[in-house]
């Protein structure tokens, strides 16, 4: 799950990690009561999940409180790589004396978080470590002892000359460390981290992604959630246990488990097909989530065709055919569907669907090869 | 012979008596596993279906049982401590089936495992099978066949029908493990094929893996020096979107990183056969055999 | 450092370990207002840092406020094994259905801190270890795990058989855990931790000793320190940075180490003399702290010789001198004083030290046999 | 030869700038030590006395000079910090002199220490001596001399004590350690003894003890089957009342154990010449010798 930037400031702050005073907004009137407030230069800010902000005219410096306004008027409202911005932050411009970049993610390879530093900041640090990897300082972080007091010199040591700043820095990494675990973060990072002409250091821009596996024991984080910037079929998925994700095509999946779904999708592709979904109805074998899967399915307008692939372990296959020829009574389905089913019960679960008319395939390639045609036949 | 587990795996169940647990065990027992012992804190002194003792504490399972092996099917809020648990009871082999267990746990949990010198294989996985022997975890041991084939997987139903194509064929499997498909795991690729090349009786290998992170490439990687046998791999994710968690919280394509191409390229240079699609598995195998 | 009952039992209450309703006073009155406020049968328990409490008479059971004040009046002022009692805690007289013993202690054999729990609660836990030792169990705790739930609930079982009680008794030993380690403490222990006829698990006595080296950076509870529980004069000497322990005898030492000064201690004993003190001035070759060490030992008027026992390493030995020479000019000693000084910058303070007076020797033998010559000819 | 440092060990000096630390820097120059590296964060780049490079970080001072030992004068309450950062920068040996490090700290760090496979000595001791090589530490170099008998105490002026001894009479010494008076410290008694029994100079060994916990009767235990070079022993503390802390954090008869009484029936036990008076000390290794 991603925090907007606002929020992620937030837990930056509860830890101790010094942030411009400012405070977030959702009218204009709102923005320039807050630049008044601040007084001099601010920055407004679209809070949206989406990089490349200040190239889509997200972000507006402002002179003053009428200025903020005007600003407001635009960003608020705007579309973003396709996101209406409904928040904005408002926050005092900063003068900048250097900009670098501190992150926390977790590394598959280490098997445990590590902080990357790189005294490039303020760009995508993606780009850093492709162009200048020499200029991205990596410590792998035990979680028995956390970033240890001089493993964050170490690393403060590449950002700043003077030791004041280095501790300031090494200091700001051990709390964003803090932060990244309050938060059952797999992402936490301040970007740019900068210094001040007065020698400060300030965290002006912080981005967090949470393992959506922390959410049910840390609710504080979870009631983060912006529903607003997702997909409502994506939620309603989410909130029955499915995981969806909508996709460009006409091919419509409904698959048990996450490997078999691109596995799936993969194959529609192969066929020359375009997948219109990923959607993992997952292990268990509640026919409600079948329901709920087929009325997201025939939800997307694009959807010309409607593929099960069923590999009966834990899921059983008849479970799933009830799904199926229950939802078939309670939505009006008149997109084709194709069945694929085996593995646990797959017998009763033929004899269910054949009663109630649906025909039943047991190959993968034999039904993904039909719904593509049947997709094709009907665009 | 097989990896992992065999006749002589001796296996406590921990969350025997749970929906998840007391099914799979029942499935485990059919399959002719040695299932010695349960746990559920509390219930110590009972039997699970009048026939496996259970007990208080993993501790308690092994000094009573001799059990060896652990399978773990607690819910995921108590799944990283249970790993902790089997693993300070001295198991050998702990197979963590539980999903969606943070991630940040793990960290924490795998030093500790790897401390007392433990083998973890998952979480979030579907477990290990030996066909004729023994089965720990949830694979249906129906579409299983004994045989030849070793089968390594980062995915669930998508790796039985891999195995279903295979049976169907008449290519047995010697062992076959689903690694899980979370961005930390406790057995990767290269500890799979290491053990399959050293295993007699295993002839070639097939390795299913997925979009996110890097494992596959260094499988490939692998293979190209370590691994004499042949090996044939599939990638799922190829028409998967970058920055979206497909289902497992390990199959995601941060940035140009992590996708199907550059794995499906990685396994081609290593000189592996790449299926394009599953049912590619068993002539890609007949070639190389 | 030990603290008072009253104080580990507020440091448990801190973590969330149930303990009794309860308070402590300074007063019979106090003492009556608190029992009239717990109401029925209660216990006033003598806060002196001395086992066996229940024999000396500082523990008694009353009925009502006015038993609660009588026994109070006796109680308080009362000395236990030389230690005058100037508080006592008033509880509630629980209801016993069971006993158990739990405790953390800092093992050096696993270099770890250690869980010690055992059924044989409410009797000396050290008499359990000596006499069956089978009702003792252990768990040691990795510090960067802390204890793990599994961990506490194997112990939970050794100690109880309903498991909602084990629950109760592993939870109360982590948070045991975390205020041992909230206290930089040595040893934590409840004894008894008892259940109650309704079930609950109950902390009905607690001992905490701290680490003396943990008091710099934990103000909260080096504030928690009793002086009117220690001698004034080893209050005293901690304030000037000497390690001081009054004994009985009679040839007072002053030496430089620890080691040496037990040697010296023994070396005094070996030559059929007493000591009179352990004292340590430490490494530095501060000048004033000889001069306090001086006054301690004069003080003690069992104190019929002194002996100064230097080896110079970092401690200078004209630093010493001159310090010797400051106090002679400064106290009224009337007591001889034997000085062995050697190693670094000896001449220097054989010269000082000849200036003045003073004798010095370089034979630590001599030097010991000379005191204890001097003390029995004195006495 | 010696155990631990020589001639070859190349020193860093944690804490240079300090009082405790430059003072002590300047001894162990003067007595022929291979000081390479000092530690000041803040400071790297400067010259300590004009001679000795300085280094914000020990992984700096490391991989700049070398070194692969360190020794540590920092403030306590840094102390164990500095132990993380010097293991961490793969030092082989670390000399920590630092007095009044809390316990817990030493628990936290210690399995740092080992999981990085290095040595920690102390903390809260003089250090070591290999006379006429090398000198990590505090033990005043003057009173010691090159010779064959091993001294290990949890001890530091009663070690200058004995060592004048023996150095009065003409035994000199291989090595001197002092592992310390605190409860919990990286190198004990037996790891010395052990060096000790494998190096071909030492031919005799003393072992100076005192009152708190069991090292002793261990390293009695260890002496009385895997030493074969004569032992002499001293316990300080004959005369200490129980359950006061005697200056030393680890000296505390608790109780009825760690009294000298039953450490010195220990070592006697164990055939160890047990020293009544440090003065005993020649009578006893000429008798033994």
Request: glycine share 10%; proline share 5%; aromatic share 4%.
């Given at each position: 799950?991603?925090?907007?930037?606002?929020?992620?400031?937030?837990?930056?702050?509860?830890?101790?990690?010094?942030?411009?005073?400012?405070?977030?907004?959702?009218?204009?009137?709102?923005?320039?009561?807050?630049?008044?407030?601040?007084?001099?230069?601010?920055?407004?800010k679209?809070?949206?999940?989406?990089?490349?902000?200040?190239?889509?005219?997200?972000?507006?410096?402002?002179k003053?409180?009428?200025?903020?306004?005007?600003?407001?008027?635009?960003?608020?409202?705007?579309?973003?790589?396709?996101l209406?911005?409904?928040?904005?932050?408002?926050?005092?411009?900063?003068?900048?004396?250097?900009?670098?970049?501190?992150?926390?993610?977790?590394?598959?390879?280490?098997?445990?978080?590590?902080?990357m530093?790189?005294?490039?900041?303020?760009?995508?640090?993606?780009?850093?470590?492709?162009?200048?990897?020499?200029?991205i300082?990596?410590?792998?972080v035990?979680?028995?002892?956390?970033?240890?007091?001089?493993?964050?010199?170490?690393?403060?040591?590449?950002?700043?000359?003077?030791?004041?700043?280095?501790?300031?820095?090494?200091?700001?990494?051990?709390?964003?460390?803090?932060?990244?675990?309050?938060?059952?973060?797999s992402?936490?990072?301040?970007?740019?981290?900068?210094s001040?002409?007065?020698?400060?250091?300030?965290?002006?821009?912080?981005?967090?992604?949470?393992?959506d596996?922390?959410?049910?024991?840390?609710?504080?984080?979870?009631?983060?959630?912006?529903?607003?910037?997702?997909?409502?079929?994506?939620?309603?998925?989410?909130?029955?246990?499915?995981?969806?994700?909508?996709?460009?095509?006409?091919?419509?999946?409904?698959v048990?488990?996450?490997?078999?779904?691109?596995?799936?999708?993969?194959?529609?592709?192969?066929?020359?097909?375009?997948?219109?979904?990923?959607?993992?109805?997952?292990?268990?074998?509640?026919?409600?989530?079948?329901?709920?899967?087929?009325?997201?399915?025939t939800?997307?307008?694009?959807?010309?065709?409607?593929?099960?692939?069923i590999?009966?372990?834990i899921?059983?296959?008849?479970?799933?055919?009830?799904?199926?020829?229950?939802?078939?009574?309670?939505?009006?389905?008149?997109?084709?569907i194709?069945?694929?089913?085996?593995?646990?019960?797959?017998?009763e679960?033929?004899?269910?669907?054949?009663?109630?008319?649906?025909?039943?395939?047991t190959?993968?390639?034999?039904?993904?090869?039909?719904?593509?045609?049947?997709?094709?036949?009907?665009? | 012979?097989?990896?992992?587990?065999?006749?002589?795996?001796?296996?406590?169940?921990?969350?025997?008596?749970?929906?998840?647990?007391?099914?799979?065990?029942?499935?485990?027992?059919?399959?002719?596993?040695?299932v010695?012992?349960?746990?559920?804190?509390?219930?110590?002194?009972?039997?699970?279906?009048?026939?496996?003792?259970?007990?208080?504490?993993?501790?308690?399972?092994?000094?009573?049982?001799?059990?060896?092996?652990?399978?773990?099917?607690?819910?995921?809020?108590?799944?990283?401590?249970?790993?902790?648990?089997?693993?300070?009871?001295?198991?050998?082999?702990?197979?963590?089936?539980?999903?969606?267990?943070?991630?940040?746990?793990?960290?924490?949990?795998?030093?500790?495992?790897?401390?007392?010198?433990?083998?973890?294989?998952?979480?979030?996985?579907?477990?290990?099978?030996?066909?004729?022997?023994?089965?720990?975890?949830?694979?249906?041991?129906?579409i299983?066949?004994?045989?030849?084939?070793?089968?390594?997987?980062?995915?669930?139903?998508?790796?039985?029908?891999?195995?279903?194509?295979?049976?169907?064929?008449?290519?047995?499997?010697?062992?076959?493990?689903?690694?899980?498909?979370?961005?930390?795991?406790?057995?990767?690729?290269?500890?799979?094929?290491?053990?399959?090349?050293?295993?007699?009786?295993?002839?070639?290998?097939?390795?299913?893996?997925?979009?996110?992170?890097?494992?596959?490439?260094?499988?490939?990687?692998?293979?190209?020096?370590?691994?004499?046998?042949?090996?044939?791999?599939?990638?799922?994710?190829?028409?998967?979107?970058?920055?979206?968690?497909m289902?497992?919280?390990?199959?995601?394509?941060?940035?140009?990183?992590?996708?199907?191409?550059?794995?499906?390229?990685?396994?081609?240079?290593?000189?592996?056969?790449?299926?394009?699609?599953?049912?590619?598995?068993?002539?890609?195998?007949r070639e190389?055999?």
């Amino acid at each position: 799950m991603n925090l907007h930037e606002y929020q992620a400031r937030a837990l930056l702050k509860s830890v101790g990690i010094p942030v411009p005073d400012g405070d977030v907004a959702t009218t204009p009137d709102e923005v320039a009561s807050i630049a008044k407030r601040l007084g001099g230069t601010v920055v407004v800010k679209a809070q949206v999940h989406a990089g490349g902000r200040g190239k889509a005219g997200g972000v507006k410096l402002a002179k003053n409180a009428d200025e903020a306004h005007e600003h407001a008027e635009k960003i608020l409202g705007m579309q973003i790589k396709g996101l209406m911005v409904e928040k904005v932050l408002v926050v005092p411009a900063e003068e900048i004396a250097s900009e670098s970049y501190i992150g926390v993610i977790v590394d598959r390879a280490s098997e445990k978080p590590v902080v990357m530093v790189s005294p490039a900041g303020g760009v995508d640090i993606e780009e850093v470590a492709a162009q200048t990897p020499e200029k991205i300082f990596k410590q792998v972080v035990d979680p028995r002892y956390g970033l240890l007091p001089h493993q964050a010199m170490e690393l403060g040591f590449e950002l700043y000359g003077d030791v004041k700043q280095v501790r300031q820095a090494g200091r700001i990494m051990q709390l964003l460390v803090r932060a990244f675990w309050n938060a059952g973060a797999s992402l936490a990072e301040i970007n740019p981290l900068i210094s001040t002409p007065a020698g400060d250091i300030i965290a002006l821009d912080a981005k967090i992604v949470v393992d959506d596996n922390e959410l049910e024991r840390r609710p504080d984080i979870a009631q983060l959630r912006d529903v607003s910037a997702e997909a409502a079929s994506e939620v309603e998925a989410r909130e029955a246990g499915l995981s969806y994700i909508q996709l460009d095509g006409n091919v419509g999946c409904c698959v048990n488990g996450a490997g078999l779904a691109m596995a799936t999708m993969d194959l529609v592709k192969y066929y020359d097909g375009e997948p219109a979904n990923f959607l993992d109805i997952g292990g268990s074998s509640n026919p409600e989530k079948v329901v709920t899967a087929l009325r997201i399915i025939t939800s997307d307008s694009n959807v010309k065709a409607i593929l099960f692939n069923i590999f009966g372990g834990i899921t059983r296959c008849d479970d799933v055919a009830n799904g199926i020829v229950t939802a078939a009574s309670q939505i009006d389905i008149t997109t084709p569907i194709v069945i694929r089913l085996t593995g646990t019960n797959e017998d009763e679960a033929v004899r269910i669907l054949r009663g109630a008319g649906f025909e039943a395939l047991t190959d993968m390639d034999e039904a993904v090869q039909q719904a593509v045609k049947l997709a094709r036949e009907a665009a | 012979m097989s990896i992992f587990i065999d006749k002589d795996t001796k296996l406590v169940v921990q969350g025997i008596t749970g929906r998840d647990g007391s099914f799979h065990t029942r499935h485990m027992i059919e399959y002719g596993t040695q299932v010695v012992a349960g746990v559920t804190p509390g219930k110590g002194g009972q039997l699970f279906d009048d026939e496996v003792p259970i007990f208080n504490t993993v501790k308690d399972a092994v000094s009573a049982t001799g059990a060896n092996t652990s399978v773990i099917y607690v819910p995921a809020r108590f799944a990283a401590e249970a790993i902790l648990e089997a693993a300070d009871a001295g198991l050998s082999l702990i197979v963590a089936i539980s999903e969606g267990i943070p991630v940040l746990d793990m960290t924490r949990a795998l030093p500790f495992v790897r401390d007392a010198g433990a083998r973890l294989v998952g979480p979030n996985c579907p477990g290990v099978i030996s066909p004729g022997k023994s089965k720990a975890g949830i694979i249906p041991g129906q579409i299983c066949q004994e045989g030849p084939i070793g089968v390594v997987s980062r995915s669930g139903t998508l790796t039985y029908e891999v195995i279903h194509q295979l049976s169907k064929s008449g290519l047995g499997q010697s062992s076959c493990i689903g690694i899980g498909g979370d961005p930390i795991i406790g057995t990767d690729f290269i500890d799979c094929l290491s053990a399959f090349e050293a295993d007699p009786e295993t002839t070639a290998i097939v390795l299913i893996g997925e979009i996110g992170g890097t494992a596959e490439q260094e499988a490939a990687e692998y293979v190209s020096h370590s691994v004499t046998k042949p090996v044939v791999g599939f990638i799922a994710g190829q028409t998967a979107p970058p920055g979206r968690r497909m289902g497992h919280a390990g199959a995601i394509i941060s940035g140009s990183s992590g996708t199907a191409a550059e794995k499906m390229q990685a396994l081609e240079t290593a000189g592996i056969g790449v299926m394009r699609r599953p049912a590619d598995v068993v002539s890609l195998l007949r070639e190389q055999l």
